[in-house]
């Protein structure tokens, strides 16, 4: 498709059974209603970042599409619904992911992240109505930092520019082994952290504690979990609906966690290597080598 196309329009390849590959340019901004319905042979297809919007039913009976590559900035419900699809790749331009957006896609089982720092809200719900659905349809075991080797997020670090997380934003990622969740949170939505039960540490640097539903950890992590809090906080968070529940509570940040300390303190992570001096997207288990704003560099131990 050549780069003076601006619209696709409604229908434009309805139907196109054969049809099993196509390249978007980045000159489109508009992908009209049903444009790609019935392209039974599509197996994967890319949005580029100038796509400002896709019509209702643009991908319906798309039956073989199973990969999926975003690099618009908003995903809405566009693929709400259809169960070919086994992964999603969020490309770094993503700044927002409505509830629903993968609503129905019962084979979803792998997402992958480029770059979770750039994203404002993060949510992977799958009630149009924004309510939590006891029996999701939809959700993804494995969070991936990239797609070239497959490094399965076990380290979770919400970024500060997150104020909420999402209904269901991470349920059933049964890799996560530590959150981190940064002071910019205000809010966290119904069962986020719901079926992680591998869970050992939640550390929490929100000062100003709010009440979360009982359901945004499992049962497990409530009763396995360390919870670290900032220091001198214990009797908010004791007396917070949810945050409550868990047995091990220690006010102070564990061992691991020092490129948190450091941003706390001004200067942010610009870039991370592994034990070899390759980069990395994010904590791999194991050396990491960070350099900082500052000018500093660690190494750290990512257990």
């Known amino acids: 498709m050549p780069n003076s196309v601006t619209t696709i329009d409604d229908y434009s390849f309805f139907g196109c059974s054969f049809l099993?590959?196509?390249?978007?340019?980045?000159?489109?901004?508009?992908?009209?209603?049903?444009?790609?319905?019935?392209c039974s042979n599509l197996q994967e297809i890319e949005i580029p970042q100038s796509v400002l919007t896709i019509g209702n039913g643009t991908?319906?009976?798309?039956?073989?599409?199973?990969?999926?590559?975003?690099?618009?900035?908003?995903?809405?419900?566009?693929?709400?619904?259809?169960?070919?699809?086994?992964?999603?790749?969020?490309?770094s331009t993503v700044t927002s992911i409505e509830n629903a957006a993968f609503n129905g896609c019962t084979s979803l089982s792998k997402v992958i992240v480029s770059d979770l720092a750039s994203w404002c809200d993060i949510s992977f719900g799958r009630n149009s109505n924004g309510s939590y659905d006891s029996n999701p349809l939809c959700y993804a075991h494995h969070l991936y930092f990239s797609d070239e080797d497959e490094t399965e997020i076990t380290n979770l670090v919400?970024?500060?520019?997150?104020?909420?997380?999402?209904?269901?934003?991470?349920?059933?990622c049964t890799g996560l082994t530590s959150v981190v969740i940064p002071n910019s949170v205000t809010s966290i939505g119904l069962s986020a952290f719901d079926g992680c039960d591998n869970i050992e540490q939640v550390v929490s640097f929100i000062k100003m504690?709010?009440?979360?539903?009982?359901?945004?950890?499992?049962?497990?992590?409530?009763?396995?979990?360390?919870?670290?809090?900032?220091e001198?906080?214990?009797?908010?968070?004791?007396?917070?609906?949810?945050?409550?529940?868990?047995?091990?509570?220690?006010?102070?940040?564990?061992?691991?966690?020092?490129?948190?300390?450091?941003?706390?303190?001004?200067?942010?992570?610009?870039?991370?290597?592994?034990?070899d001096g390759i980069a990395i997207n994010g904590p791999v288990r194991g050396i990491n080598i960070v350099k900082y704003s500052d000018g500093t560099i660690k190494k750290i131990l990512v257990r």
């Not at 099993?20 to 019935?38: L, Q």
């Not at 919400?158 to 059933?172: E, K």
């Not at 504690?209 to 900032?230: E, Q, R």
């Not at 948190?260 to 290597?273: C, H, L, P």
């Open 158 to 172: 919400v970024p500060n520019s997150v104020t909420s997380i999402g209904d269901g934003a991470f349920y059933g």
């Open 232 to 275: 001198g906080r214990r009797k908010a968070y004791e007396a917070a609906t949810g945050w409550q529940n868990f047995v091990y509570m220690e006010e102070g940040v564990p061992d691991g966690i020092e490129n948190i300390k450091s941003e706390v303190n001004g200067a942010i992570e610009v870039a991370r290597y592994n034990s």
């Open 59 to 91: 991908f319906y009976g798309c039956s073989s599409l199973k990969r999926i590559t975003l690099n618009c900035h908003k995903v809405s419900t566009w693929f709400k619904g259809n169960t070919s699809i086994n992964t999603v790749i969020v490309g």
């Open 20 to 38: 099993s590959k196509i390249i978007i340019p980045n000159s489109v901004a508009t992908i009209g209603g049903h444009a790609f319905e019935g």
């Open 209 to 230: 504690i709010f009440n979360i539903n009982m359901n945004v950890f499992s049962d497990k992590t409530y009763l396995n979990a360390t919870l670290y809090i900032p």
